[in-house]
């Protein structure tokens, strides 16, 4: 990048900035982008004169309300809704739900800035959006999640629609709660159309679902590491999340043939030297799902692991690390350790889990990074093939979806090599700049076809 570039891209941030005050997600989100497309869209004229950036930077619309709801106790309780449309320039808008104490409208905000770039990359016709709210399911009994849901979707059914935004899930949103909001919906509409993806099996839901987050990230690992000649198998591999994401890629990964040596949740993460197998997985499957379980009974079940309170795994030595649970999770100091340790490959299964420091140690000691706007892409790419079968009124097997998934996970990591092949670099890629041009050039050349809106 020129210095008059770094000048203007700086002068951008400093613009996110002051427009956006309090909101640091957000401009981290878009700073990590930037950097990569102001070097991209230098010589390119109408990229410009059309305000491109400036435009996917100024979310289409931001929607906040109140949602109030009775706690079992008969107390009044009163959370904060979101939803955040960022950009619909080739699809309908299309993005998670997160219901958890954190959410603010900043991480919304930048989730749905990420997921813009995200949807694009898939190939499919999506928009980018993410919503949620401050509510926190856990402790909560079945009957307090569903008042709260039904008293989200009623008012956000104004703002949804099959073919206007359609959302899914995300962290504290899992089947239970997209069942209670299309319920809600269904009822509010009287219509029974694909509104929410992520819906169970009887009524609308896909096959593989549930998979295709965790099991996408590690086919795109793969995918990195056979562009090497090399493969998972035999590798240790540190997981950090205990969720939907994170135990379908330490599932996946197990089956592929690597030790997965660690899980976690915000109370902590476990170690278990030995691997957490198939047998170990379906035991923390059935305690989180059934149970809403913490981590740390890992230990009480399999005496053979250690439970490391309030800390992150990243200092476990390892080959492969797959950070899964939430945003900025894994530092530029956790980052070091990680290369020092002789990490070789970083594939985000959450969504911006490596803050902007971290990023560049790994741009800059070269391993094999893939950023969750790539990575963690089969998820969604499986809700718009769930939106097309709602659609379609069909239902399509499990072969067909899973050989689906591979593909849109193979067509994202094509597109990326093909513009983060570093020049001169040995046919080294760099995945972050790779996804973040990809998935730019296609919603700026359909802005471009809309003029100035
Ligand atoms: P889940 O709610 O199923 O699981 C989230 C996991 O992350 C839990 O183990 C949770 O622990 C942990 N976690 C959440 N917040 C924190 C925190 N602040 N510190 C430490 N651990 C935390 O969510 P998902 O697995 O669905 O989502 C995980 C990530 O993947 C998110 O970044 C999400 O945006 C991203 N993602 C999810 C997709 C999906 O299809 N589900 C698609 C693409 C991206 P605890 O129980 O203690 O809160």
Redesign the pocket.
């Known amino acids: 990048m020129s210095v008059t570039d770094h000048v203007d891209l700086e002068r951008f941030v400093a613009g996110v900035h002051k427009r956006n005050p309090g909101q640091p997600e957000y401009v981290q989100a878009v700073r990590e982008v930037a950097e990569d497309v102001f070097d991209y869209i230098a010589d390119k004229e109408q990229y410009h004169e059309y305000q491109i950036l400036r435009r996917i930077a100024e979310p289409d619309r931001v929607v906040s309300f109140r949602v109030c709801w009775e706690d079992d106790n008969g107390n009044i309780r009163v959370q904060r809704g979101w939803r955040v449309q960022n950009n619909n320039a080739i699809g309908p808008y299309k993005g998670?739900l997160?219901f958890?104490p954190?959410v603010t409208e900043s991480i919304l905000k930048f989730?749905a800035f990420e997921q813009t770039f995200?949807n694009s990359l898939t190939g499919l016709p999506m928009g980018g959006a993410k919503g949620g709210a401050n509510f926190n399911p856990?402790g909560k009994s079945d009957h307090e999640v569903m008042r709260f849901c039904q008293s989200f979707m009623t008012e956000l059914y104004r703002h949804v629609g099959a073919d206007v935004d359609v959302p899914?899930?995300?962290?504290?949103?899992?089947p239970r709660e997209i069942g209670f909001m299309f319920g809600q919906y269904k009822r509010i509409t009287n219509q029974f159309t694909g509104v929410l993806t992520?819906k169970a099996l009887e009524f609308g839901g896909s096959l593989i679902?549930p998979e295709?987050?965790?099991y996408g990230v590690v086919y795109f690992l793969q995918d990195m590491l056979e562009r090497r000649g090399d493969t998972v198998e035999g590798k240790v591999a540190v997981v950090?999340?205990?969720?939907?994401?994170?135990?379908h890629a330490a599932e996946k990964l197990s089956q592929l043939g690597a030790k997965v040596v660690t899980?976690?949740?915000?109370?902590g993460f476990v170690h278990d030297p030995s691997g957490i197998d198939a047998e170990k997985l379906a035991w923390v499957k059935a305690l989180?799902s059934n149970r809403r379980g913490?981590?740390a009974e890992y230990v009480d079940r399999f005496p053979g692991a250690t439970f490391h309170a309030g800390q992150?795994p990243w200092a476990v030595p390892c080959e492969l690390a797959l950070p899964?649970?939430?945003?900025n999770?894994l530092t530029g100091d956790d980052a070091r350790t990680l290369v020092a340790n002789g990490c070789i490959a970083v594939a985000e299964?959450?969504?911006?889990?490596t803050d902007l420091d971290g990023v560049h140690v790994f741009k800059d000691e070269r391993i094999l990074f893939a950023p969750?706007k790539a990575a963690?892409?089969?998820?969604?790419a499986v809700?718009g093939l769930e939106m097309s079968q709602n659609s379609a009124r069909i239902s399509w097997s499990e072969e067909q979806l899973r050989q689906h998934l591979i593909d849109i996970m193979r067509g994202i990591h094509e597109r990326c090599v093909a513009y983060g092949a570093v020049p001169g670099g040995d046919g080294h890629v760099d995945y972050v700049r790779g996804a973040n041009i990809a998935g730019f050039v296609k919603v700026a050349d359909a802005m471009l076809a809309f003029g100035v809106v």
């Open positions: 998670g997160r958890h954190s989730l995200k856990r899914a899930g995300d962290i504290g949103v899992g992520g679902r295709a987050t965790g950090s999340g205990s969720g939907n994401v994170a135990l899980l976690s949740d915000s109370d989180k913490r981590i992150r899964c649970a939430t945003q999770e299964g959450a969504n911006m889990p969750g963690n892409a089969g998820g969604v809700s």
